[in-house]
């Protein structure tokens, strides 16, 4: 894990988000799903945001990649990434800032890859329309994004189902980087598979960042994960966010009852051994 | 208890499973388990690994291809006509994974819990089985009044789990097979539905099979566990054993993969994460179940690992 160096003048970061609010529209009215969210995410940090189906960590998620279409609609805030205001991105502009600032990758590998098409030609794809128009030059780039996710060049002609649930996230995680973006977008990428292919994926992908140097807004439900994972973890509870500081600041003095009720609900796997595991719970 | 001082009430001997088409796929071989009374062993394994397959073939969705499974001692792998199957299910009843898919959405909760009595218990009267549903309905915490006119949709997950359950205690089973009960919930709630069925173990001397990829909470639930991978019992025991002193390198890397606070990434204890491909190899071989110590079998394979 990376920790940030503290010895030099902090500088500004990468990504802030302030006040954010995002509205579902529906026959009855408005539905708040993210209440004025605020927080930073450094240069080369992992943060996390944990929470249960419903809390509005993908909504924010979704919000920062501009992702949204109606009936979802950011009502207020603002979303600052590297300087650029990111709610006034239009049209082609927006378009070209997708993918070369920010990349995301979903749960569903299979469903972010074309079926239809090799992976050479959705590499291809991504190239052309971000201004990259030698073919040999994306032959070659797309070669060596397959051999940094640890998967041989000679499998670009094949189509997506012929890998594996771990590969072809491997796959998509490649394709985000293809561009050299500054943040990553990660929302449950491994929820869909297993845990050994989960911690080797990470793995990798913790040596790539160091390598490469960019930051990934990693968002789960699994908080034990996230603990290991991130330099920093933030808890949504009914679209706020509720609490935010280091894993170890976390564990061991969760402001928030709901924090606690989260821990709570992780049966330990070594119970005698690991005593703050279980947070004392007080009463509401 | 001992387990030695009791028979088991369903047994697995040497079961096989062999999906027969142009490449055939040995889902399941030499699987061998007892489930005991007031007991719950847990089966761990990832996607792939045959775990599902076994539910299915205890609960006779499926019929084996090789291996024998006793009931109460009795060789109950073929199915017998139509009243020893029913009398079987009524003995042996499941729990699915998707607590959303295993309910009929056009019916009440009502239906859901009193459908089985009227099935196998047809001798009850219309008062008896309301009272019946009733109790159903409290033993796995809902309101009867507020939930058993209700419709699925209305339910949220946890609760619809818990119909599910009541649905499946319904005709008083002696085991209960879980399949995954808690992964499609949300974490908060997981462990509740787990709790639930500490008492059925403890009160009702349910022997319980739980299915389940989470290491974790087979601690929780599970006196035993096996650990399954490519279709074969790899290491088998107590479960505090199994998690506390594994012995098998299949064992070993999922437990080193399991998030757990504390183990940060990038650190030295990924090691064996790093050679996983080398240990899901040799986790394929066909090797004997060695018992290293009593209760406590691993299967011996040709490469160990630091």
Redesign the interface.
Known sequence: ?TVVQMNQPKPLPLLSVRDLCVDYASRTGLKRAVDRVSFTLDANEVLGLAG??GSGKSTVAFAIARLHRPPAFITGGSVTLDGTDVLALKGENLRQWRWRDVSVVLQSAMNALNPLLTVQAQFTDLFKAHGVKHKAEILERSAELLRMVGIAPDRLLDYPHRFS?GMRQRLVIAMALALSPKLIIMDEPTTAL???????L??EV??LR?RLGFSILFIT?????M???CDRIGIMLNGELVEMGP?LQM?EAPQHAYTR??W????????PQ?P??RVLETAP | MSPSLTSPILETRKLGMVFRGHRDVAALTDVSFQLYRGRALALVG??GSGKSTCAKILTRMMLSTGGQILFNGKDVTRPGDRREVLAYRAQVQMVFQDPFAALNPAHSVRHHLSRPLALHKPNLGYGEREDLTAELSLMVGLDPAETLDKYPHELSGGQRQRVNLARAMAVDPAVLIADEPTSML??????NI?DMFKPLKRDRGIAMLYIT?????A??VAEETAVIYGGRIVEIGPTATI??APRHPYTR???????????????AD?GL??E?DRVRAISREPGRLAEVAPGHLVRECSASFA
């Open positions: 894990m249960e189906s649930g297993d845990v050994v292919v989960q911690r080797e990470l793995e913790t040596i160091k439900h699994d908080l034990a994960l603990s290991q994972f894993p564990i009720k989260l709570n609900a992780i049966p330990p796997l070594h119970p690991t703050p595991r | 990832e996607s949300d974490v908060s709630i997981r462990l787990l990829h989470d290491i974790a909470t601690r929780y998690i506390d890397l999922l437990l080193a993969a399991v998030p757990e606070i504390g183990r940060p990434f990038g650190s990924a994460v790093r996983a």
